[in-house]
């Protein structure tokens, strides 16, 4: 019974300590690569945001962001697929919608 109760408050405790490290750290704009990116200046084509709306998964890919070296992404939301696409002129990195934090 004792193991059952230790594992059932073990993830309050993880999220304690990892909410815990994310305040310490340094705000994501001072960041050295995010730095990078901001002192480029808003590319031309970037879609705008507005604070505080959420809106839902675009059907259309997300374009006019920068990588941190300066080449140009496309997001693109795959809802039925369970995953997010990342692609460059380059290649494209299918990622699982559950490992992004």
Not at 42 to 47: K, L
Not at 74 to 94: N, S, V
């Amino acid at each position: 019974m004792d193991d059952i109760l230790a594992v059932k408050s073990a993830p309050k405790e993880i999220f304690e300590e990892k909410s815990s490290s994310q305040s310490s750290k340094e705000p994501l704009c001072m960041q050295k690569n995010h730095r990078k990116v901001l002192d480029k200046g808003i590319p031309p084509d970037v879609m705008p945001g507005i604070k505080g709306v959420k809106e839902p998964l675009p059907p259309v890919p997300l374009s006019g962001m920068l990588n941190k070296h300066g080449g140009k992404v496309r997001l693109t939301f795959k809802p039925e697929q369970d995953q997010l696409w990342l692609g460059t002129k380059e290649r494209t990195e299918k990622l699982a919608m559950h490992s992004l934090d």
